[in-house]
């Protein structure tokens, strides 16, 4: 069973918070991952494996800067691992499924659904690069593709903050399920954006269950005089509801419980 997936580049800032219950909230422990030779790894995945699995104690993995290609898995029973890079993009896919996630001033690279699944995530003050027209010769890219499947699946992507940039066209995401759920709030956007802002994918004509949304966005991207009509407007207690990390993933308050942030 996997938890988190996802591909690893280079490049900046890094946070990546798991999921857990119980924790006295102290890193226990610290790998360094360094492609140089000089830490206990060279190979982030080879860090999280050495992790027992049922792990009590949180262990911070820290990863140097560096080039690191590698398709990353955490599997669901070790569930107090900490990622911290120096240095850390993801570039092309991240797959963000399963489970609530909180991503922090991370910088993140891609073309085609570079964000997608079902996860139930917030991204505050994340940086979307988006190479659209460099990997596929004009052709259109989509940050996301969620994948919210009925009313009751809790999931969706919520950006905060952050700024969107690159080469496009770029769409904001395409309905990669019927509910597809997706917020840019207060997201400074390029003018890469396309006009209409989203695509319904397979789903046109049932646009009516898809919750796209954006609110005080900013930059020449984020002019909705001609987004699709089926954008919604959000009511002020579901915007409430998405924007808050205590109300859309923090249930039980896992958040607080994780270990202070390494330097
Ligand atoms: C965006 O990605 C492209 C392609 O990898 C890269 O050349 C460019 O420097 C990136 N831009 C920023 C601001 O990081
Ligand atoms: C938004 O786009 C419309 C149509 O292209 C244009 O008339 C309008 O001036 C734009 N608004 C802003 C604030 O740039």
Known sequence: MQFFNFFLNSSLLVLVLSMSTKTDGQVRKTIIVDQSGHGSFTTIQNAIDSVPSNNEAWTLIHVKAGIY???????????????????????????DSEGRHYFENCYIEGAVDFIWGNGRS??????????????????????TAQARDSVVDHSGFVFKEGWIFGTGPAYLGRAYKPYARVLFYRTRMSGIIVPQGWSAWNYVKKENSIVYAEVDCTGAGANKSKRVAWEKKLSSKDLSYLLDINTFINNGGWIQRQPKRGS
Request: one cysteine or more; hydrophobic letters at 35%.
């Open 69 to 95: 290609n590698e398709k990353v898995t955490i599997p669901r029973d070790k569930p107090r691992i900490l990622l911290q890079g120096e240095s850390y993009s993801v570039q092309d896919t991240l797959t």
């Open 122 to 143: 917030i991204y505050q003050g994340c940086n979307l690069n988006v190479t659209a027209s460099a990997q596929r010769s004009g052709m259109a890219a989509y940050i």
